[in-house]
């Protein structure tokens, strides 16, 4: 994220969307407790994009277990970010272990660690 850049800009209402999704579900059904979205300035925290490789913006990471997992390649939609989020969660790993069957139209992500404490959590 860059507050300068357009596409982050265009982007914002949709994770914000993702964001409101899991703090309902959170709130409501005591679900998805290890989702977390977070923005990061990543002009301003160069240190920190430099280290996990942020050349370009947006750039969306997903972290697991307060680790960095993967680079989030897929659509842009606030319901694309949430099915990817959802297959990753705790929930989503107790989903396919005791069915065998994946996730793939849920969400979940857990942003934590060190490096994201002091970010503010999205909330909408």
């Known amino acids: 994220y860059a507050p300068w850049c357009g596409h982050c800009k265009s982007l914002a209402p949709e994770y914000e969307k993702t964001a409101k999704h899991f703090n309902k579900e959170q709130k409501k059904n005591n679900a998805f407790q290890d989702v977390a979205i977070v923005k990061v300035d990543a002009d301003s925290e160069k240190e920190l994009g430099s280290k996990f490789g942020v050349s370009g ?4 990471k997903i ?20 099915a990817a989020m959802r297959v990753r ?11 065998g069957k994946s996730t793939a139209q849920s969400v979940s992500q857990r942003v934590s660690g060190p490096h994201f404490r002091s970010r503010t959590p999205i909330s909408a």
Request: charged fraction near 35%; proline fraction near 3%; hydrophobic fraction near 30%.
């Open 89 to 99: 969660s705790k929930e989503g790993d107790a989903y396919e272990s005791a069915t």
């Open 63 to 82: 972290f697991k277990d307060g680790e960095f997992f993967e680079d989030y390649v897929g659509g842009r939609t606030w319901k694309d970010m949430a």
């Open 57 to 60: 913006f947006p750039t969306l």
